[in-house]
């Protein structure tokens, strides 16, 4: 089975301080990655994914997401963080296995709230 | 690119109506489209799959004569809520898919849906 944990519902940092978001799943098989940002009464902006290759990824805004295999995550980060990042991040993956339909399953989300 | 549109963004009706909401990609051809339901504070929950020109794939305890989708064209889906009860009231969001599993799903804004 496929599920995905993001331990924390809220981070918090200062404007301009580093930013973590935690990620942790669990496949069988090779995973598909994926982070997600929601602001509110939005729909889902992707952000980045893990698909094969470099465990360092990067996306949009200058966030990026290392892949570890051995710990089984894939935490999102960001050097600077700015106010505006300010929403809900979701972590998501699925297996390379199976139907082809694809099937995304996300965590609970977490909120990033950054202070000025 | 890869812009999915989704229409009402907001819906407030009464009991017993029925809601269709549109989900269209206005940039590509989605050959897979996937409805979600999200509570609020929640993460998303995935109602169904539909492919183009089949009938869609209901996850179990979705109700499919209540939550009606059509997947005609490689560009429109429709989520028709028949009956509409004030339990159904939530956020609704689509989500389209170019081609193989390991791309991402580009979503639509929600429709925020109330039933008096």
């Known amino acids: 089975a496929q599920s995905v944990a993001q331990p924390e519902d809220q981070v918090n940092v200062a404007e301009g301080n580093p930013l973590t978001v935690k990620c942790t799943y669990s496949v069988s098989g090779n995973p598909y990655l994926f982070w997600y940002v929601q602001y509110p009464n939005r729909g889902l902006q992707f952000l980045l994914k893990?698909?094969?290759?470099?465990?360092l990824v990067k996306g949009s805004y200058g966030f990026e997401a290392e892949f570890n295999k051995s710990q089984t995550s894939f935490h999102l980060k960001k050097p600077s963080a700015l106010v505006s990042d300010s929403a809900l991040y979701f972590c998501?993956?699925?297996?390379?296995?199976?139907?082809?339909?694809?099937?995304?399953?996300f965590g609970r989300g977490t909120q990033l709230t950054v202070w000025p | 690119g890869a812009v999915v549109s989704q229409h009402p963004s907001r819906v407030i009706c009464k009991s017993g109506t029925s809601v269709k909401i549109e989900c269209r990609s206005l940039d590509f051809q989605a050959t897979t489209m996937f409805w979600y339901r999200q509570f609020p504070k929640q993460s998303l929950m995935l109602m169904a799959t539909?492919?183009?020109?089949?009938?869609?794939?209901?996850e179990q305890g979705v109700e499919k004569d209540k939550f009606l989708i059509n997947h005609a064209s490689l560009t429109l889906s429709t989520l028709t809520v028949t009956s509409a009860h004030p339990e159904d009231s939530s956020f609704y969001i689509c989500s389209a898919r170019i081609g193989q599993s390991n791309q991402p799903q580009h979503f639509g804004d929600g429709t925020r849906l109330s039933i008096l």
């Open positions: 893990y698909i094969t290759g470099d465990n």
């Open positions: 539909s492919n183009e020109g089949s009938k869609a794939t209901y």
């Open positions: 998501a993956v699925r297996n390379d296995r199976g139907s082809t339909l694809g099937r995304l399953y």
